[in-house]
């Protein structure tokens, strides 16, 4: 597809996303209390939207992605959270 075909398909779609990203973002910052470290990958994701690398799904995927290798010993919830979260010492 042409530049104009990939726009004329995905761009109302990408628009939409990005407007809820940003009034999730809004909602976030008018809340009381401190953000967990879900916040902060959030912001490290949106750091590859704006970058010229050439695969820009996988440098936010990363951000967004627990990466260590080891297993934790037990699991404290029982579903994903999004993000990696800190390690118990």
Known sequence: MTRQQVLDLYFMEARSKVLDLAAFLDRVDRAEGEADFRLQALKEGMK??????????????????????DPIPVATTKAACGANPPRPA
């Open 48 to 69: 590859g939207l704006n970058s010229r690398v050439a695969d820009r799904a996988e440098s936010v995927l990363l951000a967004l992605s627990d990466q260590s290798l």
